[in-house]
Every structure is written in structure tokens, then in C-alpha cells.
């Protein structure tokens, strides 16, 4: 009896799931009258398909375009064919469906509306313009009453009058919106937005949030017909924007009249990183402090155990500014540049707070990606040591060596050493440039690389090059992953894999040396 009322719960479950979570399909051949929604006899309309389907399904519609106004208040999944395929036009009048939760008489309208829903969207295009003048097209993709928008791999475009108008309407997303007493979310990652007439995308309100990623933000400039704004953020809502280009807001009576971003109160919750502007009439305002540079890291991306400088700048009219990073590894650092060592591959977003002396601030980030080195190839051009010594103290301090001299032969055709090298010996890894005459390169840690060669007008007249490298590094580390016991006393025969990286080539060869190791560290040739 137990194991029959288990079974029954299982077939209740599983029959509950396929109600919740079916797929509905729409394609513009379809029909609302005789279809069911399935994939061989789908609706012609999203709107149907919205209509019919449970919270949590998901709703795939065929490439056409469709003349719709959607207002959603369940929470689904949108899939289109492409954003260059499944189009949502707006269709010849709009009628109010944004509530306005201020003044209930003075609502507003949009061609997607999500209120209190978590929604997503992908693979699909909203699209204007309005049928005629002024205000015929207040948003393209508005979420309120708490609702959640996850864009992704959208095109948002022409969110405007037509012809294009002086009034204020015309924004193509928007999370919330302070005078209609709204807030949501939106999330967007690799979506288009241009040619919209007051905003690309918009956030307002301490209970509203925006992400932006991998996003190009288009304006209609230069225009005269009024400013508009590629990002607008106002009334202390959470933004972070990164990774995105911004262009073409340009109001041509100027001049700082059309923004690529444009903050409008509180911007202790904003963080930028990464963004590239161009054709506006000013890129960022608003902030209390002027980012003078961005983040940036070199090198990026970077190996595990590689040191990284991250360079960043502001400004304010208060005076001094005070810098704290975080690594996103729980570590902080203090400074406008800093060096830093992640110690695991990942993706890390070193974010940087800029405050004034009046406790004022604002934040921005560059992502850093951290991975291991490529794997050697298997077929090696000879790297031939003649001689070669290392030592490593215990514990390390960073300076412990290993140098070798010897030959190898360039590729054929090369007659000039340039460009960078990299020496491997197990998970230490050095990279150089060669100088200018292409015989020596250094780096700040004094890692060094020369050779010796005939030269002729800096151009090498024999294939056969002489090199002497001295690599410094925690290279007891390196002995123990090698096989090195911690601690051993004594004399050890080790092989070391030398190996160097030129010309797209790499050059090793096996190395034995014999090393005399105590408890303070060990030392051989």
C-alpha cells in the first residue's frame, strides 16, 4: 500500500511538471483558430500562445514578424529564431499597459510589458517606430511591479515617433520608472539597442536594478529634434554596466546635452567597467567623480601565479581620492595601481572603489580571465644545454634561479630574433620581448634572456643562435612537483623539462640534474 501511494505521488509529480513546464510554439503560418500550440500545428500569434501557456513554460516562436502588444504577468521563456529573424512590431496603436501606481489616470504603454514576472527573453527583436507624432511610443520593453527581464541576444530598435519628435518618449528598455511609482530588473547580455528617441536603456529607483554586458547602445545622432541618452540612471537604483559600446548621442545645439551615460542622483550603487563611447556629445556624467581611465589590466588574460597590473584614475572637484580594490578572490588592495596574483584559473571581476574625501563614491571593474597555459606540443625541436644550474632555498623567497646556456637553431627563413619568447621548466613559465636589437630582453622581476651570435647589419648570419637564460622564481615549488621529497637530505637526480616557445616552435629538452639538497633548500648542476 506504502509503495502504491509512492508510485501515485511520482505520477502526481511528473503529471504536474509536464503541465508546468511544456513547450508552446508559434509560427506566423500558424493559426489561433485550429492550432494547439505544438510544434506540427503551432498558433499564429505570441499573444495566444502567452494566453495558453502555464507559468514557467516555454514559448518558441518561428522567424517572421509579428504586428503584437504583449503584456505578461507569468513568469516564461521567449525563444526566437534570431534577432535578425523573429520580430515583434509595434502595431498601429498602442493601447496603456504600464500602470502607473503615482497617478492611476496617467498610465503608459509599451510593446512588451512584464509586470511582477520573472521573464526571459532570447534570440528576438522588438522594433517601433510609433504610427505618428509625439508620445505615440512611451517604452519597447518596460518591466515594472517588481518583475525580472533576462535579455538575452536581443535587438531592441526604432523606439521612437515617426517622425522622430522633441517629446520625451522613445525609451527602448526600462527597469522601473520613478514617476509611475515602478520598479524591476533587467538583465541584458548581448543585445543591440539604437535608434531609440530619449534612452537606450534605463534604470530608476532605490528598488530597481540594471545589468548590462556585451551590449552596443545606438542613438539617432546627430539629431536636433531633442537629447536623448544611451544609458540613463536616476533616483539611486543598483547598475552595473560592462563590457559595452555607446555611441551616437549627439543633440547638435549641444553642447553636453546627449550623454552616453547619464547618472541623475545617488551613484553609490553604480560600477562601470570596460566600456568603449564614441559620437556623443559627453561619455559619463553625473558621477561625483570623473573617471579620467578606466580599469585595465595587463596582462589579461593571465595564468594562474602570473602578476597582473590593474591601472585605473578619477578625479574630484573635493580633492584627494582613496582607491580599494577587490580581486573577487577575498582580497583587497589599496591604490590607483596595483599589482596582483590570482592563484586558480576563473573569471575575476577586480572592481574598484573611488572615494572622496566627503565620503562620496563611485565603483569600476575590468574582468580578468585567469586560465592555464595551452598544453606543449608533443614534437620538440632540439634545445641543445651545454650548461645549466639551479638553486632553491627553503623557504622560498621568490629568488631562487635556474640559468642554462646553450644552442638552438632558428626556423628556417628567420634571420632576426623578435618578438616574445617564453622558457618553461614544469609550472614555472617566463615570457620576454626581445629589444629592439634583438639580442637581450629583461623583465621587472630581472628574469633575463641574451645571446650571442655573428650579426650584420642586426640581421643574424647563421641559423645557429648561443642564448643564456636566468629564470628567478619559486622554483622549490617547482622541484617538489618534480618529485623533490620536502625536507630530503642528500644528494637527488631530478628531471627537469626545459622547454621554450619561439616562432609559433617549441624547443626542449630533458634535463638531469643532480642536486645536493639539505633542509634549507637545494642546490645542483
Known amino acids: 500500500m506504502i509503495r502504491m501511494r509512492h508510485l501515485l505521488l511520482l505520477l502526481a509529480f511528473f503529471a504536474s511538471f509536464s503541465t508546468y513546464c511544456a513547450d508552446t510554439f508559434v509560427s506566423s503560418s500558424g493559426s489561433d483558430t485550429t492550432g494547439d500550440g505544438s510544434s506540427g500545428n503551432p498558433y499564429a500569434t505570441i499573444g495566444k500562445g502567452v494566453a495558453t501557456a502555464n507559468a514557467g513554460d516555454t514559448i518558441n516562436i518561428a522567424f517572421g514578424t509579428y504586428v503584437e502588444q504583449l503584456t505578461l504577468t507569468k513568469n516564461l521563456t521567449i525563444i526566437g529564431n534570431g534577432a535578425g529573424t523573429t520580430v515583434i512590431r509595434c502595431p498601429g496603436a498602442l493601447t496603456n499597459n504600464v500602470p502607473n501606481n503615482t497617478t492611476p489616470a496617467a498610465p503608459g504603454n509599451a510593446i512588451v510589458a512584464i509586470l511582477g514576472a520573472t521573464v526571459t527573453m532570447s534570440n528576438i527583436a522588438v522594433s517601433g517606430p510609433g504610427w505618428t507624432n509625439c508620445g505615440t511610443i512611451q517604452y519597447g520593453i518596460f518591466v515594472g511591479n517588481g518583475g525580472t527581464l533576462n535579455l538575452n541576444a536581443c535587438r531592441v530598435s526604432d523606439i521612437r515617433d515617426e517622425p522622430v519628435t522633441g517629446c520625451q518618449n522613445g525609451r527602448a528598455v526600462a527597469a522601473g520608472a520613478t514617476a509611475l511609482g515602478q520598479a524591476g530588473t533587467v538583465v541584458a547580455s548581448g543585445c543591440e539597442i539604437l535608434n531609440y528617441q530619449k534612452s537606450g536603456l534605463s534604470v530608476e529607483g532605490t528598488n530597481s536594478s540594471l545589468t548590462a554586458a556585451n551590449c552596443t547602445i545606438t542613438g539617432l545622432g546627430p539629431t536636433a529634434a531633442l537629447a536623448q ?233 647563421t641559423q645557429t643562435v648561443q642564448f643564456q637564460v636566468k629564470m628567478l622564481g619559486n622554483f622549490l615549488k617547482v622541484l617538489e612537483e618534480l618529485g623533490l621529497a620536502p625536507g630530503t637530505a642528500g644528494t637527488v637526480k631530478i628531471k627537469v623539462p626545459f622547454r621554450m616557445l619561439y616562432k609559433g616552435q617549441t624547443y626542449g629538452q630533458d634535463l638531469e640534474i643532480l642536486f645536493k639538497s639539505t633542509a634549507k633548500g637545494a642546490s645542483g648542476k
Open 229 to 461: 541618452n544611451g544609458i540613463l540612471i536616476a533616483d539611486g537604483p543598483m547598475a552595473t554596466i560592462g563590457n559595452c559600446t555607446i555611441t551616437n548621442n549627439f543633440f547638435t545645439p549641444g553642447p553636453t546635452a546627449s550623454c552616453g551615460l547619464l547618472n541623475i542622483g545617488d551613484a553609490s550603487r553604480i560600477s562601470v567597467g570596460s566600456l568603449s563611447f564614441s559620437g556623443n556629445n559627453a561619455n559619463i556624467v553625473g558621477l561625483p567623480i570623473t573617471i579620467t581611465s578606466l580599469p585595465f589590466a595587463t596582462p589579461n588574460p593571465a595564468r594562474p601565479g602570473q602578476e597582473v597590473t590593474l591601472i585605473t584614475a578619477g578625479q574630484a572637484s573635493s580633492g584627494g581620492l582613496t582607491y580599494t580594490w577587490n580581486f573577487g578572490d577575498g582580497t583587497t588592495l589599496g591604490g590607483a595601481t596595483v599589482k596582483h596574483t590570482w592563484t586558480a584559473a576563473g573569471l575575476y571581476r577586480a572592481e574598484v572603489e573611488m572615494r572622496t574625501v566627503l565620503g562620496n563614491s563611485v565603483k569600476a571593474f575590468i574582468d580578468v580571465t585567469v586560465e592555464e597555459p595551452p598544453p606543449l606540443p608533443e614534437v620538440l625541436l632540439p634545445l641543445n644545454v651545454a650548461k645549466k644550474s639551479a638553486r632553491a632555498k627553503n623557504p622560498s623567497k621568490e629568488k631562487d634561479s635556474f640559468q642554462a646556456r646553450g644552442t638552438f637553431d632558428l626556423p628556417n627563413g628567420v634571420t632576426t630574433l623578435d618578438g616574445p619568447l617564453q622558457f618553461r621548466i614544469g609550472s614555472a613559465i617566463v615570457d620576454f620581448t626581445m629589444d629592439a636589437k634583438g639580442k637581450s630582453a629583461k623583465d621587472p622581476k630581472k628574469n633575463s634572456f641574451r645571446i650571442k651570435g655573428k650579426y650584420k647589419k642586426k640581421v643574424l648570419t
